[in-house]
């Protein structure tokens, strides 16, 4: 349900129909994703069976905004972040961030379609992983899955929520920069 929100509100096809629209979305994205990076990577990733440096995606958003002569350094990062002290609720928000990387394919497309080719050399961010893009997904899948199996209702209902409270965070913090051009924010 939180997905299917997150994507009619930004209704990306419609709403991002030029490179301004575009950096503006990508800087929602690095704004939110490089504080929540940082929080994630305090996390002790090796009982989740998660290598979590491989997923960060802060470098990508930063290469596509660069390639966008955003300057990067003068953005606003986001402050109202979900809690993430424990792995449980880590794996919540990491669902969230690993699901956006899923569609990222479909969205590129999307974006070509308005874009043209300009927009090839500033996706790095929706075509991370390239082919291996499922592969990655099934192998965080089977990461959460194997957690929640060893681990208490208690924990799986706190993996739930931080995935919930992310979604909210996320679709919050996407819409004003959707709604706003950076130098606003």
Avoid at 49 to 72: H, P, W, Y
Avoid at 79 to 94: E, I
Avoid at 119 to 144: P, V
Avoid at 162 to 178: E, G, K, P, Y
Wanted: aromatic residues 8%; proline residues 5%; glycine residues 6%.
């Amino acid at each position: 349900m939180e997905h299917e929100q997150i994507e009619a509100q930004l209704d990306i096809p419609n709403r991002i129909t030029d490179p301004s629209a575009y950096r503006a979305l990508l800087s929602g994205f690095l704004t939110f994703y490089e504080p929540m990076e940082h929080a994630l990577s305090k996390l002790d990733w090796d009982g989740a069976g998660i290598d979590f440096k491989s997923r960060r995606k802060t470098q990508l958003l930063a290469a596509d905004l660069q390639a966008c002569e955003v300057n990067t350094a003068d953005l606003r990062r986001c402050r109202t972040l979900p809690p993430v002290t424990t792995p449980a609720q880590g794996l919540g928000c990491l669902y969230v961030m690993e699901g956006a990387t899923i569609g990222g394919q479909v969205v590129h497309r999307m974006l070509r379609k308005h874009l043209g080719p300009w927009i090839d050399d500033r996706s790095r961010f929706f075509q991370c992983y390239g082919t291996e893009k499922g592969n990655r997904w099934r192998e965080f899948r089977e990461a959460l899955d194997a957690f929640g199996a060893v681990h208490d209702e208690a924990l799986q209902q706190e993996t739930i929520d931080s995935a919930r409270t992310t979604f909210r965070c996320l679709r919050q913090w996407l819409d004003q920069h959707t709604n706003h051009p950076p130098s606003e924010l």
